[in-house]
C-alpha cells in the first residue's frame, strides 16, 4: 500500500522507514521526532532518490546523507559519553531517547535549556562549527534541568571537548584530557 513514489504519502505518517529513509540512522525507528533538521534530511533523500544512481549528482548527495547521519551518530555519542561519566551509565540512552511524546517538563525550563544549549554549541565543541542546533538536544537538556545535573554536564562537556580557536577537532577532546 506504501510506495516510494506515492505524492501523497505525509512526511509525518508514523509507519516503520527502512533504513534509507530513516532520518536518525536507527532502522525501524517510528518514534524520532521530525524537526527542521530531520526535513532536510529527508528532503535530500527525496531528491536523491529522484537522480539516475549512476549520475554525480546521486553520488554527492548519497555522500551528504551518510555524513550527516555520521555526524548525528557522532554528536548522540558524545552526549552520550558524557552523560555515562556523570554517572548516568544506564539511564544514558533513555536521556538522550526523544519521541514524538516527548514533552518539556517544566515551561519554566525551556528558557534556561535553550540557554544552556546555545551555551554549549558557542564555549565547546560537542556540536561541529557547522551544526544548527537540534530541538532534539533541548528535550535532553530540560530532563537534565529537571535531575539537576545540567550544569555539571556543561563543565564536563567544556572538560571534554573545550573550543579551540580556529579549531573544529572536538574528537581531541578526551584525548587532551588523558595527557
Known sequence: LC????PYASFGA??????????WSTPHDVTHTEADDDRVLYNMIVVRNQLDKDSEEWQKLNYDIYTLRQTRKEV?????????????QKEADSLLSVTKLSIISDSQNMSKARDILLKLLEETNIFPTSWELSE????????????????EFFKMASAMYPKRPGGDRADEGPRALQS
Open 136 to 151: 532534539r538536544y533541548l528535550f535532553v537538556v530540560d530532563r537534565l534541568i529537571a535531575l539537576d545535573a545540567a550544569d
Open 76 to 88: 548522540r555519542s558524545r552526549w552520550k559519553h558524557i552523560l555515562e561519566d556523570l554517572g548516568f
Open 3 to 6: 510506495s516510494n513514489n506515492n
Open 14 to 23: 508514523t509507519l516503520a522507514r527502512d533504513e534509507e529513509q530513516n532520518l
